[in-house]
């Protein structure tokens, strides 16, 4: 069922997409590197830990770090090779982290997952699947997928949504996914409804796809179970809590999770990465992601194995065109602009962009106006100007008392300031100081 009536959220801002750089261009695979550096913490959690040695034999697929606690998922070797170390890499967060270094073969041997029957595979069997192949969120957070699909039982679920909206500028990962492998998409949702016993599946897509509305509408004919609702095109309408509030209505309460809300949401990429784990096997060792921005030679979407790095991907794009100033990982309001490129792509990587000086648009910094426009922007409704102003003069507790915790650094304040003031920043620095002192 198809329901177009344009939702959406309060706040909010439309930047330049740039979509078109990348949006007719199908899926490559990026050939394995010689050498892969894989990090031990891919998701929200603790790191994993190693279960393989140097000079150890490993095949694509074979478990190389298994989950440490709840919170925490198993990684997979995404080539065949000889484990070379392990040793610390920098992430794109600016943290060190331990990694696996492993010299490729060519062999292509592998060490899949035993496949299961799609038809009989039981909701406990589902969890355990996504659980085993690693699956975290590709959304951005990468928290581990099967703790989302195992609510406790005091939460009473009723909709599963499927983000489809990618609302970042430049990032058409999800678009083509939509395009490329649109059943699998479908049946994903389907496994992650059967997994947590819901009867409502939506997918939750922006008006600027209508390519991809298009043929989910034609595929999605004979699954009455599910709806796809067309949304007006505004950032950061992929965030959980505002695509919620657009797709149902429901507000997510401050300091609350969407489960309170009876509402579980995943990314379209995830439920493809669920499908392959379940039909096929295959554990979570591949990244989809777009590379894009005026400063690579030739932009595309690519399949790339994780550990590869930065400088692997931009290579295989054509390399860096002359007037190339920055390196983002994930999208430009709230990717990573990077140091180093011999950073690993990692499970959740989005997008690696990178922009000219005409994209960047460095602009000195001037006194807060008053206009008042970072408030009338934020999604959340909170304050920035206000807040950023405490912490600045290190009044950090007042700032944690405004709830500077509850920003999720959309980045929609900075955009939107006539006075360029790095709000996000700032905001996160508020942060840091709540979180350390448990405020």
Not at 236 to 245: C, H, N, S
Request: aromatic fraction near 6%; charge should be positive; charged fraction near 20%.
């Amino acid at each position: 069922m198809l329901i177009s009536i344009k939702k959406s959220f309060k706040g909010g801002v439309h930047p330049e997409e740039y979509k078109e750089l990348t949006k007719d261009k199908a899926f490559e695979k990026l050939p394995n590197p010689v050498e892969i550096s894989i990090p031990l913490s891919q998701h929200l959690g603790k790191e994993s830990i190693p279960i393989v040695k140097k000079n150890d034999k490993v095949k694509i697929g074979t478990l190389i770090a298994a989950e440490n606690g709840f919170i925490s998922a198993p990684i997979h070797s995404p080539t065949a090779g000889i484990v070379s170390s392990i040793t610390k890499t920098f992430l794109q967060t600016g943290f060190q982290i331990s990694s696996i270094q492993i010299k490729s073969d060519s062999s292509n041997e592998t060490e899949f997952l035993q496949p299961l029957d799609y038809d009989s595979i039981s909701p406990q069997q589902i969890i355990q699947r996504v659980r085993e192949a690693g699956i975290v969120g590709l959304g951005g957070a990468a928290f581990p997928t099967y703790v989302k699909l195992s609510p406790p039982a005091n939460k009473k679920i009723d909709h599963i949504i499927l983000n489809a909206c990618e609302c970042e500028p430049y990032l058409t990962r999800d678009y083509r996914i939509i395009l490329e492998r649109t059943d699998d998409v479908i049946k994903g949702l389907l496994l992650i409804m059967r997994a947590t016993n819901v009867n409502n599946g939506v997918i939750g897509i922006e008006d600027n796809k209508p390519a991809a509305i298009k043929k989910l509408k034609e595929a999605l004919s004979n699954y009455p179970q599910i709806k796809l609702i067309v949304l007006k095109t505004k950032y950061p309408q992929g965030a959980e809590k505002m695509l919620i509030k657009a797709v149902l209505g429901r507000e997510v309460p401050p300091g609350k999770l969407p489960l309170d809300v009876g509402v579980i949401v995943q990314n379209v990429g995830t439920a493809v990465s669920i499908y392959d784990a379940v039909v096929k096997g295959i554990p979570s060792i591949y990244a989809y992601l777009t590379v894009s921005g005026k400063g690579i030679k030739d932009p595309k979407n690519l399949i790339v194995p994780i550990g590869a790095s930065i400088k692997d991907v931009v290579e295989f794009c054509g390399g860096l065109t002359d007037d190339a100033k920055r390196i983002v990982i994930g999208g430009p309001m709230m990717g990573f602009a990077q140091f180093d490129l011999s950073i690993p792509v990692t499970k959740a990587t989005s997008g690696i962009l990178v922009l000219t000086e005409e994209e960047v648009k460095e602009i000195p910094e001037t006194n807060c106006l008053r206009c008042g426009i970072c408030v009338s922007v934020c999604p959340l409704n909170i304050t920035p100007t206000r807040l950023v102003r405490l912490i600045q003069k290190k009044r950090f507790e007042e700032a944690a008392k405004l709830n500077v915790s509850l920003c999720m650094e959309c980045g929609t304040c900075a955009y939107s300031c006539p006075a360029y003031i790095p709000l996000v920043q700032w905001l996160r620095l508020g942060k840091q100081w709540a979180l350390k002192n448990k405020v």
